[in-house]
């Protein structure tokens, strides 16, 4: 057995583990007894094959545990999350944002809508407070023809007229009431609890603002239910 056929089929380490036939190992005693080379090696790989030993035993040569076993299922959840993150990211961007704007926009329009009516509200009711320059005043005349109705001029401008009637004296405390009506007989307006003035008239206060270019009647009774009228009028409103 030469060292060339030692080395190429690893007859120390077979022969330190006791894997080779009994002839091998015999022939290979033979040789390395004589030979201080092989006889060294043999010692060495005794030494080698010993610690290899005593380090399995010890669980030195096992691999060592992960350091971070969490780490992989963390990273999968995070991973999870941020795909979650992204899709309602998206859905908020593409879907319920815009449709919030626009339920916005619209309920901004709409308060500039209420904010312009009641600004408009405001500015008609400033305009019906304000006292009236020039106060339009119709003398109700029960003594005119059919064909000859009290007429009263009014304008744009005019938000009521001033009828005046002279009626005879009245027991103290007596209540009169006017109803206004259209020609087809419907009741455009009606005013109550008129008193005779110490001018010897009843003056009551008739908004036009509302009443159209026409003739209406207007009857005088006392201010009771189902009281019979008094007398009647003829009146013309007239816009120029």
């Known amino acids: 057995m030469t060292h060339a056929d030692i080395e190429n089929r690893g007859t120390i380490e077979a022969y330190v583990r006791r894997r080779l036939p009994a002839s091998d190992a015999a022939a290979f005693e033979e040789h ?8 060294a090696d043999v010692h060495a790989m005794e030494r080698f094959v010993a610690a290899m030993t005593h380090a399995g035993r010890r669980g030195l040569l096992d691999p060592p545990p992960a350091r ?22 998206a859905f908020l961007t593409f879907v319920r944002l815009p449709e919030r704007e626009a339920r916005l926009r619209q309920a901004l329009e709409q308060a500039k809508a209420g904010r312009d009516r009641i600004a408009e509200l405001d500015q008609r009711s400033a305009l019906d407070s304000a006292p009236q320059a020039n106060v339009p005043v119709a003398i ?3 003594s005119r023809g059919p064909d000859q109705p009290n007429s ?19 027991p103290p405390g007596v209540k009169f009431g006017l109803a206004i009506s259209a020609p087809d ?13 110490q001018n010897g008239a009843l003056a009551a206060s008739l908004p036009v603002a509302q009443l159209a270019d026409g ?26």
Request: charged content about 20%; hydrophobic content about 50%; some cysteine.
């Open 32 to 39: 390395y007894f004589e030979c201080d080379r092989c006889f």
């Open 152 to 170: 009263v001029l009014v304008d744009s401008q005019t938000r009521s007229v001033l009828l005046w009637i002279d009626i005879p004296p009245q």
């Open 140 to 142: 109700l005349e029960a």
């Open 185 to 197: 007989g419907r009741v455009a307006n009606a005013i109550h609890g008129l008193e005779r003035n």
């Open 68 to 89: 971070f076993p969490w780490l992989m299922p963390a990273f999968a959840l995070v991973t999870a999350l941020s795909l979650v993150l992204a899709a309602g990211l």
């Open 215 to 240: 003739s209406y009647r207007v009857r005088l009774s006392l201010d009771q239910p189902s009281a019979p009228i008094l007398a009647e009028y003829r009146l013309a409103v007239v816009r120029r």
